[in-house]
T-cell receptor, first 114, second 113 residues
Framework: DAGVIQSPRHEVTEMGQEVTLRCKPI?????LFWYRQTMMRGLELLIY????????DSGMPEDRFSAKMPNASFSTLKIQPSEPRDSAVYFC????????????FGPGTRLTVL | GNSVTQMEGPVTLSEEAFLTINCTYT??????LFWYVQYPGEGLQLLLK?????DKGSNKGFEATYRKETTSFHLEKGSVQVSDSAVYSC????????????FGSGTRLQVQP
């Protein structure tokens, strides 16, 4: 299995632009998580889905952030409009149905908003 | 709510030194506890875990014991190597159904030859 796939790996954009981050979870996993990592706050949950349904979005900073999971093999995290304070590494993770709580992380997308 | 507190880094050690990274937690109910490792330029990998009190997780020479009485899950290794240089993050999941991880701030370990 290729593991969790994220794209792009790096994104540099200007303030005010729309940014879309993409994630493909491990095939067969039914839970998907978006996390954000910054120097100041470490790793924080943004949102997670179970069976494509958002379960907890309490970590989404504000209305500029939105996430979708249209099917079991794809999710997007969108920021519109982007701001410099959104600069961070965004990780996607997935976990399975076996009862194991292990989450498998993608390599992350490093976002820089100028 | 749930929270995880880790010792601040960076931690700099010489090769073959003993490592301890402290982790304490606050949680409702009986969480599962994890240590994740992040090597430079890579995503997080599960290092070890423990799902109930007094369980010991171990992997690659690292160990951590789930101590309910002290709400701790300290990471230890008897002899570190240069290749252990990474960021180590303690995390927990809460009660059944809330499967997202709550992370500590991460501790950067640097091992010098």
């Amino acid at each position: 299995d290729a593991g969790v796939i994220q794209s792009p790996r790096h994104e540099v954009t200007e303030m005010g632009q729309e940014v879309t981050l993409r994630c493909k979870p491990i095939s067969g996993h039914n839970s998907l998580f978006w996390y954000r990592q910054t120097m100041m706050r470490g790793l924080e949950l943004l949102i997670y889905f179970n069976n494509n349904v958002p379960i907890d979005d309490s970590g989404m900073p504000e209305d500029r952030f939105s996430a979708k999971m249209p099917n079991a093999s794809f999710s997007t995290l969108k920021i519109q409009p982007s701001e410099p304070r959104d600069s961070a590494v965004y990780f996607c993770a997935s976990s399975g149905t076996s009862g194991s709580e292990e989450q498998f992380f993608g390599p992350g997308t490093r976002l820089t908003v100028l | 709510g749930n929270s995880v507190t880790q010792m601040e880094g960076p931690v700099t050690l010489s090769e073959e030194a003993f490592l301890t990274i402290n982790c304490t937690y606050t949680a409702t109910g009986y969480p599962s506890l994890f240590w994740y490792v992040q090597y430079p330029g890579e995503g997080l990998q599960l290092l070890l875990k423990a799902t109930k009190a007094d369980d010991k997780g171990s992997n690659k020479g690292f160990e951590a014991t789930y101590r309910k009485e002290t709400t701790s899950f300290h990471l230890e290794k008897g002899s570190v190597q240069v290749s252990d240089s990474a960021v180590y993050s303690c995390a927990l999941t809460g009660f059944t159904g809330r499967r997202a991880l709550t992370f500590g701030s991460g501790t950067r370990l640097q091992v010098q030859p």
